[in-house]
């Protein structure tokens, strides 16, 4: 918000001031340094195409500060207390709504506006199917993101006909910007009127993605509502932001635990499912030091059958049939193997959690020998690495109990294997050769 900004003035005028400043602080800034400035000047025109995306941002602050000056109250989505407050909760949702629902690469170079004398008229969208003129319709995906459900019933009773489904190319779709608050009573309300929880778009992909994803408390209501309506508990897409993860590996991405418990009941889970960066679910847990998880996808997953068999035959099946547990605990993901995804963090993040899933695997006989691929060293190296770190930080009280306790663990393992190995070579007479 600029700083000079004249609130004694008519709000209009106001809102013509923000604007205009906006495009003005772009303008004055040498073409290199604006934003996008070098994807604008690769297509021929952009500029003009440009500014009619920002022309569109800003119209639709317009539209909501119009909407709650005029039907606030009696819509019970509230009015700006002043003029001030209304322009920056107009903005806030717009600036949240677009964010979420966008890379900011993606959006960055459209907020570039034209060097000085490019014609008004020039200014047609630079996104198809975007109108300065701003509907019911355009408005009803922000108003979610800061309304109540009574709200929102009493706007959708009001303006006949709006779609629920359609989903604005800027802003979203309802429901996943519902599924970003967590807000239970909006998405049953939307369900209800026939939202579909598996529409995609955005930066998390669909609506169960962008509820996991929140930046909000994840709320297991909203994630079972989600469920319960038929979302695909397997899908998998996105931008670069969600990077193909499946629901279950987002919600462990953002270390969400009881949403994780959650999701691992579900009967159809596909655990055996890859994302970008090569990563199963159990790379994600073992991650996220998750151990009560991981003892889970153990217990479902990893158990021999009641008939008797192997434990690389599981007791649950996912849709494409059996588990090879042991094949999912060696995958090669973003880190390495399960083990590697454990150990491949600061010294400080590492939790006894864990340590407890480290433990699992050394008693699995996984080695922290093993050097994944890209990487210069094992997990033996990585821990000897962070006791010299911590060593160096601290010469004069430096302790190695005060070490994380999956670093001293594997630490001790090292030590273990090597004296074993003397041992060995000692029994065998190879050292005397």
Same mark, same amino acid.
């Given at each position: 918000?600029?700083?000079?900004?004249p609130?004694?003035?008519?709000?209009?005028?106001?809102?013509?001031?923000?604007?205009?400043a906006?495009?003005?602080h772009?303008? /004055?800034m040498?073409?290199?340094?604006q934003?996008?400035a070098s994807?604008?000047e690769?297509?021929e025109g952009?500029?003009?195409?440009?500014a009619s995306?920002l022309?569109?941002?800003?119209?639709m602050?317009d539209?909501?500060?119009?909407l709650?000056?005029t039907?606030?109250?009696e819509?019970?989505?509230?009015?700006?207390v002043d /003029?001030?407050?209304?322009?920056e909760r107009?903005i806030?949702i717009?600036a949240?709504?677009?964010?979420?629902n966008?890379?900011?690469n993606?959006?960055?170079p459209?907020l570039?506006?034209?060097?000085?004398g490019?014609s008004?008229? #020039?200014l047609?969208?630079?996104?198809?199917?975007l109108?300065?003129?701003?509907?019911a319709?355009?408005l009803?995906?922000l108003?979610?993101l +800061?309304s109540?459900?009574?709200a929102?019933?009493?706007?959708?009773s009001?303006? /006949?006909n709006l779609?629920?489904n359609?989903?604005?190319?800027?802003?979203g779709a309802?429901?996943?910007n519902?599924?970003i608050?967590n807000?239970?009573a909006v998405?049953?309300l939307?369900?209800?009127?026939?939202?579909?929880p598996?529409?995609?778009g955005?930066?998390?992909?669909?609506a169960?993605?962008?509820?996991l994803a929140?930046?909000?408390?994840?709320?297991t209501e909203?994630?079972?509502?989600?469920?319960?309506?038929g979302? +695909?508990i397997?899908a998998q897409?996105g931008?670069s932001?969600n990077?193909?993860?499946?629901?279950?590996m987002?919600a462990?991405?953002?270390?969400?635990?009881?949403?994780v418990?959650?999701?691992?009941s579900q009967?159809?889970?596909d655990i055996?499912?890859?994302c970008?960066y090569?990563?199963s679910?159990?790379n994600?847990?073992?991650r996220a030091g998750?151990?009560d998880n991981?003892?889970?996808?153990?217990?479902?997953?990893?158990?021999?059958?009641?008939?008797?068999?192997?434990s690389s035959?599981?007791s649950?099946?996912p849709?494409?049939g059996?588990?090879?547990?042991?094949a999912?605990l060696?995958?090669?993901?973003? #880190?390495g193997?399960?083990l590697?995804?454990?150990m491949?963090?600061h010294r400080d993040?590492?939790? +006894?959690?864990?340590?407890?899933?480290?433990e699992i695997?050394?008693?699995r006989?996984?080695?922290?020998?093993?050097?994944?691929?890209?990487?210069?060293t094992s997990?033996?190296?990585?821990?000897?690495?962070?006791?010299a770190?911590?060593q160096e930080?601290?010469e004069?009280?430096?302790k190695?109990?005060?070490?994380?306790?999956a670093v001293?663990r594997?630490?001790r393992?090292?030590?273990?294997?090597?004296e074993l190995s003397l041992?060995?070579?000692r029994?065998?007479?190879l050292?005397?050769r």
């Amino acid at each position: 918000m600029p700083s000079d900004t004249p609130w004694d003035w008519p709000f209009e005028s106001v809102l013509w001031f923000v604007r205009t400043a906006l495009r003005l602080h772009y303008e /004055k800034m040498p073409r290199a340094q604006q934003p996008g400035a070098s994807l604008a000047e690769k297509e021929e025109g952009s500029g003009q195409a440009h500014a009619s995306a920002l022309e569109y941002i800003c119209a639709m602050v317009d539209a909501l500060c119009s909407l709650f000056r005029t039907d606030g109250n009696e819509l019970g989505i509230g009015a700006g207390v002043d /003029k001030r407050g209304t322009v920056e909760r107009a903005i806030s949702i717009v600036a949240r709504t677009l964010l979420y629902n966008n890379e900011y690469n993606d959006i960055q170079p459209y907020l570039v506006v034209p060097s000085r004398g490019a014609s008004s008229s #020039d200014l047609k969208s630079a996104v198809e199917g975007l109108s300065s003129k701003i509907a019911a319709q355009d408005l009803l995906p922000l108003l979610i993101l +800061d309304s109540t459900a009574e709200a929102i019933g009493r706007f959708l009773s009001q303006e /006949k006909n709006l779609d629920v489904n359609k989903r604005n190319r800027l802003f979203g779709a309802p429901l996943y910007n519902a599924a970003i608050t967590n807000n239970s009573a909006v998405l049953r309300l939307l369900l209800s009127t026939g939202a579909d929880p598996n529409q995609t778009g955005g930066r998390w992909h669909t609506a169960l993605h962008a509820s996991l994803a929140s930046p909000t408390t994840t709320s297991t209501e909203s994630l079972s509502l989600l469920l319960t309506a038929g979302a +695909d508990i397997n899908a998998q897409g996105g931008g670069s932001r969600n990077g193909n993860r499946t629901p279950i590996m987002t919600a462990s991405h953002h270390e969400n635990t009881a949403a994780v418990e959650l999701l691992l009941s579900q009967p159809h889970l596909d655990i055996t499912r890859i994302c970008s960066y090569e990563d199963s679910i159990v790379n994600y847990i073992a991650r996220a030091g998750d151990v009560d998880n991981f003892r889970k996808l153990l217990e479902l997953y990893d158990s021999p059958p009641p008939d008797g068999g192997s434990s690389s035959s599981s007791s649950r099946r996912p849709p494409n049939g059996d588990v090879d547990f042991n094949a999912l605990l060696k995958n090669e993901g973003l #880190d390495g193997t399960a083990l590697h995804s454990a150990m491949n963090l600061h010294r400080d993040s590492l939790t +006894d959690g864990h340590d407890a899933i480290v433990e699992i695997l050394l008693a699995r006989g996984m080695s922290p020998l093993r050097i994944a691929s890209g990487a210069e060293t094992s997990v033996v190296g990585w821990a000897e690495a962070m006791r010299a770190e911590a060593q160096e930080e601290d010469e004069e009280d430096f302790k190695e109990d005060e070490l994380p306790a999956a670093v001293r663990r594997i630490l001790r393992w090292w030590q273990e294997w090597e004296e074993l190995s003397l041992e060995e070579r000692r029994a065998t007479g190879l050292l005397n050769r």
